[in-house]
């Protein structure tokens, strides 16, 4: 009987202690990010107070208002920003998933001649520093014409990002039994269907996580993207988030605001896609 | 020959701005076709100029193509990209005077495209700041930017801390008119962690632009006649101890070093600083209680002098150039002239910045008659272009601020001695500019 | 007669090839030529001069960028290894929570939508010596009358931009080794607990071996993705003050483009290139290890 109710008392007590170091570790996840948000809200008076201003006295979404009122009256040009981050990382998600896709497959599926070399060539080529990239894919850019254009940006993303789809949809291709699709195969369908019909449907969450990876990197990307954009035709939001910094001045609240609009649409997705997100990393790259 | 050009005494500038009606006709001109690619600063203060870029191309019949439009320190990466691959295919760009320097050789001589008497009408020390090896490389629009004192107005009227200053100090206290009476007040107000006397930017081009201005006030040189670095004179040991001073002090915030324009302006803003040399750019930022705790509270004057009695008076200005490798240069010299011209001046000036026209400083101060706070600014920022000089107009200024600054920062920390950090600093800015060939 | 066809695994490699070769591979080369040249962005002509291993040299004997060297390596073990423990740590919390993992998950995963500039910038005003975040809470909580100048002591700088990088990259673990414990299967620990295992044993000897793995996928992700932090370290103090929290990227970054001494960059970057692959490798050949331990018992 004792030892009953001390044995609930010290379950109950480390289900308390989960409940705080949860919530402990929830808030310094969040408060940051809170803290944007209400910095976007409030005026600069009181997000710069000395003595603080804890609890925020006046919000008004005037940010807001003014970002999207255009140049000349405190606007930016963040639509086009906006657009081209979308056209941006999208695309180059999706292509960096389809040749991450035929790679993957390669590297499962086959066996040929210097296969891991490959392999860990792939890798590092994403361990090049973007200070020792940027000038020299400048220079090749320039001469095939593509600076400041969403193709040349796409294309720089596709090739950040091709490592790691790659490494992840391999690992997933390898978990899909190869008597699966063998099966299929004697039963008729030629092995393009053969990959559509079964290898591909087992392997759509490991696609889908690096789908997420791939889009997260490409909207946050800023070195690459300073470097290669110049003008609205292809500038990105993390690069527009200087426009608010001036020689001498730095519009905070601003910055604060156009930070939350980058930040809601990427939430968005890994909400939507979270679940696949994490049963896909669950095998995925592991058995590889 | 530039020298005589430049002594021209105001008189003749407002005759020769009366005789400039006769160029009207003939700038903008008639470009039917052209079509110019451009390169802008971007950023909220610098576009509203930009929507004048329409009355231009329907003046002319030409069009703009805006190529890129960037950040101030992007846009200095992106034109030595450009520069480094060979791509200096555009015609008009946005251009600063303490950049300019590093672009050698890149930019036309708009003075040969230009009638003089449009040239006349700027403020001679800002054409005299845009003048490279006798090229005018850059015409100034109203972005003019030299540093006045901000102060906390009512700090000088309590009663209890004038007598205890006085007690003190031996004399009124009252807003400082050189840096060792900065000093005194700076040390006097402090309260740290709650008030601080005053602070400084401490790092970057920054902290080497106030050194050198500090250097001029109190008589010495960055370079000497011969181009080689001459700070680690007295003077300059002189000028570092200041800021020695005060951060030892704790007169200034712990974290100054760090801070860059935007922190400065920010701290003072939040009425935790009693005197704040700074830009013209806050001004309204300061008085608007939207944004600043000591709005309606605030005071500017000159900038302090130094020892030798010159004034600390660094300045720097925007302005556009026109490319040498450009097609038609007279289109795009109208095209520059056009948006640093009077009516441009007036857009741009009338949201605070400070035009770099004579005739345009006139008609903001009668504009700010019902003000007394943007008159007082005015005025204050006036007397100190009057007295102001451009960076050393060496290549390799950028560089040198980038060898200095640590060494300035080892001194204020403590890590060095003022005499020791400035010798580091000049060996290795005599290194840079031997290795770029300018010594 | 057939018509003749590559083999399948280079036609499905090629794009892959292609794409990383336009942009990775072709620059690499232009860039490591210029490391053996004085070139200066100012001055294009300078690129024809070849003057060997001249940067080299003279990187060799700096001690600046030595130093900057070791804080780099310094800094990268320090902040890989804390955030293992911590998104450990912070997975095993979210995997035992009974109820809200889809919200749970999403803002686990938080940080990760943050563009490493904007971390940055929120760091640097939340550890503002005057009016930043940090110290006005230790300030009205009564916990110092000082202003700490966070950014400016060479330590406290350090800390400072550890937890920004931390607080940014943490996530790339937890979510990693969320996957590996929800994938676990749940026998061997019911077996370790009939077997009387305390719940440390539990952890080391079942659960870890179980989920390192992950934990190596994740370092092996970081690692190759660890230049993110220049972003961070460029707003929050750019190397400075005084040259106290000098990375290389910074270092690199300011060379190369600031002071426009391209050449000199590069061959620093060169440097720095064989650093990540050096961490890219040991990560490499520790996953293949767990890996077959894992398989082994799969």
């Known amino acids: ?62 940010a807001y ?139 759509r969450p490991g696609i889908a996580s690096a789908g997420i990876f791939a889009f997260l990197i490409s909207w946050n990307e800023f070195a690459l993207a300073s470097q290669l954009t110049r003008s609205t035709n292809s500038k990105t939001l993390p690069v527009g988030l200087l426009d608010y910094t001036a020689e001498f001045t730095t519009d905070w609240r601003g910055m604060c605001a156009l930070a939350v609009v980058m930040i809601i649409p990427a939430l968005a997705l890994t909400f939507i896609v979270q679940k696949h997100l994490v049963s896909g990393l669950t095998s995925g790259a592991v058995k590889g | 020959m530039r020298r005589t050009y430049l002594g021209v005494s105001i008189a003749t500038v407002a005759l020769a701005l009366s005789g400039a009606g006769g160029y009207a006709q003939e700038l903008p001109g008639s ?98 700041a845009s003048t490279l090896d006798g090229r005018l490389v850059m015409l100034p629009r109203a972005q003019y930017d030299v540093s006045a004192l901000y102060y906390q107005k009512s700090l000088y009227e309590d009663e209890e801390s004038k ?86 002090a704790k007169a200034v915030p712990a974290g100054t070093t760090n801070y860059l324009w935007d922190d400065i302006g920010q701290g003072f803003a939040s009425g935790t600083i009693a005197i704040n040399l700074d830009w013209p750019g806050w001004a309204g930022f300061f008085n608007d209680p939207e944004s600043s705790k000591v709005a309606g509270d605030v005071g500017i004057t000159m900038p302090p002098k130094g020892s030798a009695g010159e004034y600390s008076a660094w300045s720097g200005h925007h302005g556009f150039s026109v490319t040498e490798s450009c097609d038609n240069k007279e289109a795009a010299a109208s095209l520059v002239w056009f948006l640093t011209n009077e009516e441009s001046q007036q857009l741009e000036a009338s949201a605070g910045p400070l035009p770099t026209r004579s005739a345009v400083w006139d008609w903001v101060i009668e504009e700010a008659a019902d003000d007394p706070f943007r008159k007082e600014v005015l005025t204050a920022f006036q007397g100190a272009a009057e007295v102001a000089y451009p960076v050393p107009q060496t290549a390799a200024w950028i560089e040198i601020s980038n060898a200095v600054y640590p060494q300035l920062q080892a001194a204020i920390l403590g890590d060095k001695t003022a005499k020791q950090a400035l010798d580091d600093a000049a060996a290795q800015a005599t290194e840079i500019l031997e290795e770029t060939g300018e010594l | 007669m057939k018509a003749w066809r590559l083999p399948a695994p280079v036609l499905l490699l090629m794009p892959a090839f292609i794409v990383l070769s336009a942009v990775v591979v072709v620059p690499l080369f232009l860039s490591l030529y210029s490391s053996f040249t004085p070139f200066r962005l100012t001055r294009p002509d300078s690129i024809w001069v070849f003057i060997g291993l001249d940067n080299y040299i003279r990187l060799f004997g700096d001690w600046a960028f030595w130093t900057a060297f070791g804080r780099t390596v310094l800094f990268l073990a320090v902040a890989l290894n804390l955030e293992m423990v911590l998104g450990l740590g912070l997975a095993m919390l979210v995997e035992k929570a009974t109820r809200g993992q889809r919200i749970l998950r999403t803002m686990m ?27 006005n809470a230790l300030q009205s909580l009564g916990l110092t009358d000082q202003a700490i100048p966070w950014l400016i002591d060479g330590n406290l700088a350090f800390f400072a931009i550890l937890t920004a990088e931390i607080w940014s990259s943490t996530s790339v673990f937890a979510i990693f080794i969320l996957a590996g414990l929800m994938a676990m299967p749940r026998e061997p620990i019911e077996a370790a607990r009939v077997d009387g295992c305390t719940p440390w044993q539990t952890f080391r000897y079942v659960v870890w071996p179980f989920i390192m793995p992950f934990a190596f996928i994740a370092m092996t992700i970081r690692s190759l993705d660890i230049a993110r932090a220049y972003d961070i370290v460029k707003i929050m103090t750019d190397g400075g003050p005084a040259g106290r929290t000098e990375i290389l990227w910074t270092l690199i970054a300011r060379t190369g483009y600031s002071d426009a001494r391209m050449g000199l960059a590069n061959a620093m970057a060169y440097i720095a290139i064989l650093l990540s692959i050096v961490f890219t490798l040991i990560f490499f050949r520790q996953l293949a290890k767990a890996r077959q331990q894992v398989g082994a018992e799969w």
């Open chain 1, 1 to 62: 009987m004792e030892a009953n109710t001390l044995n609930r008392l010290n379950r109950r007590l480390l289900k308390i202690g989960h409940l705080i170091s949860l919530f402990l570790a929830m808030s310094i996840i969040c408060l940051p990010g809170l803290w944007v948000v209400l910095s976007s809200l409030r005026p600069t008076v009181e997000i710069m107070a000395k003595p603080p201003v804890w609890i925020p006295q006046q919000l008004s979404f005037d």
């Open chain 1, 65 to 203: 208002v003014s970002m999207f009122s255009g140049a000349g009256r405190g606007g930016i040009p963040v639509l086009d920003y906006f657009i081209n981050s979308v056209i941006i990382a999208a695309s180059s998600t999706i292509i960096a998933l389809v040749v991450g896709m035929a790679g993957g497959y390669a590297f499962a599926r086959y066996r040929f001649r210097g296969k891991t070399a490959i392999f860990v060539g792939f890798m590092l080529t994403r361990t090049v520093p973007g200070i020792a990239l940027s000038l020299p894919l400048f220079y090749v850019y320039a001469r095939l014409g593509v600076i400041d254009t969403h193709f040349g940006m796409i294309m720089a993303y596709v090739a950040l990002n091709v490592p790691f789809t790659v490494w992840l949809i391999d690992g997933f291709f390898r978990q899909v039994p190869k008597d699966l699709a063998e099966a299929a195969q004697i039963d008729g369908c030629t092995r393009w269907q053969a990959f559509w019909q079964v290898e591909f449907p087992l392997a």
């Open chain 2, 31 to 128: 470009f039917e076709g052209v079509r110019l690619d451009v390169k802008l600063i971007g950023g909220q203060q610098y576009e509203a100029l930009y929507e004048r870029i329409g009355e231009w191309e329907e003046a002319t019949g030409a069009t703009v193509n805006i190529a890129s439009k960037q950040n101030h320190f992007e846009l200095d990466k992106e034109i030595k990209t450009d520069l480094a691959t060979g791509l200096i295919n555009w015609c008009v760009g946005s251009n600063h005077s303490s950049f300019a320097p590093q672009y050698p050789g890149i930019y036309t001589d708009l003075a040969a495209l230009l009638p003089q008497e449009e040239i006349d009408a700027f403020v001679p020390s800002t054409i005299e």
């Open chain 2, 163 to 248: 007598a205890a200053f006085e007690e003190e100090y031996g004399y009124e206290l009252r807003p400082p008119e050189t840096w060792d009476e900065v000093k005194d007040q700076a040390i006097f107000f402090a309260d740290p962690p709650n008030f601080y006397g005053t602070q400084f930017a401490g790092k970057e081009e920054a902290i080497n632009g106030r050194f050198y201005e500090m250097l001029i006030a109190e008589g010495g040189e960055y370079l000497d006649a011969e181009g080689r670095p001459a700070f680690n004179s007295e003077a300059g040991v002189r000028a570092l101890q200041w800021f020695v001073d005060l951060y030892e």
């Open chain 3, 109 to 135: 995963m938080f940080p990760m939508m943050f563009s490493p500039v904007l971390v940055g910038f929120q760091f640097k005003f939340m550890f503002n010596d005057n009016v930043g975040l940090v110290n």
